[in-house]
């Protein structure tokens, strides 16, 4: 099993529209989870931290459900400066391993006029 | 100011070539990492360094030597590289490396060997 797996998508989505992604992790002891942004050739770039209590910034809300080892992503109101591949990523805090992030493959999002 | 750089952004190198990539970061961060990222796939962790200390290989052929003059500045020399090892090479730093910290980017070396 992967350790981070994500839907690659494509998702092909009006302006405006709301869409989720989900991620999951297999490994328990991950501590620390984000969403990265990655536009077409560029470097990925943090969105935003992901807490257990859910955290929004603006028209983003991610979630973390640790029992079920899931996040999410929620984009309202989608824009077309939204068209990107979105990463989920989680970081362990153990052993060799700490501090090291694991990237999901990617969920490719395209926004349509 | 949240700024990791690399040089240089595009890179075309034989496979007899000897050549290096440069990363250099102000912001007082004490990890930094090198990834390579195929196309259409997520970035691989090849070595972390902290506090100018090599403390992670990945299992990276030896074609690829890192070097960490200071805590400002991370080296990738590249020697007698293939074909396959044409990619995106990104280059991060954290503040440390425990779990909450954050790791920034830089834009990338886009490596190309012939």
């Known amino acids: 099993r992967k350790e981070v797996e994500q839907d690659p998508g494509p998702f092909n989505v009006p302006e405006g529209a709301t869409v989720a992604f989900n991620c999951t992790y297999s490994n328990s002891a991950s501590q620390s989870f984000f969403w990265y942004r990655q536009d077409c050739r560029k470097e990925p770039k943090l969105l935003m931290s992901v807490y257990s209590s859910g955290n929004e910034d603006g028209r983003f809300t991610a979630q973390l459900n640790r029992a079920s080892q899931y996040i999410s992503l929620l984009i309202r109101d989608s824009k077309l400066s939204d068209s990107a591949t979105y990463l989920c990523v989680v970081k362990m805090n153990y052993g060799g391993s700490q501090g090291n992030l694991i990237f999901g493959k990617g969920t490719k999002l395209s926004v349509k006029p | 100011d949240t700024e990791v750089t690399q040089t240089p952004k595009h890179l075309v190198m034989g496979m007899t070539n000897k050549k290096s990539l440069k990363c250099e970061q102000h912001m007082g961060h004490r990890a930094m990492y090198w990834y390579k990222q195929k196309a259409k796939k997520p970035p691989e962790l090849m070595f972390v360094?902290?506090?100018?200390?090599?403390?992670i290989n990945e299992s990276v052929p030896s074609r690829f030597s890192p070097e960490c003059p200071n805590s400002s500045l991370l080296n990738l020399h590249l020697h007698a590289l293939q074909p396959e090892d044409s990619a995106l090479y990104l280059c991060a730093s954290s503040k440390g490396r425990v779990s909450t910290d954050t790791q920034y980017f830089g834009p990338g070396t886009r490596l190309t060997v012939l």
């Open positions: 360094y902290s506090y100018e200390k090599l403390s």
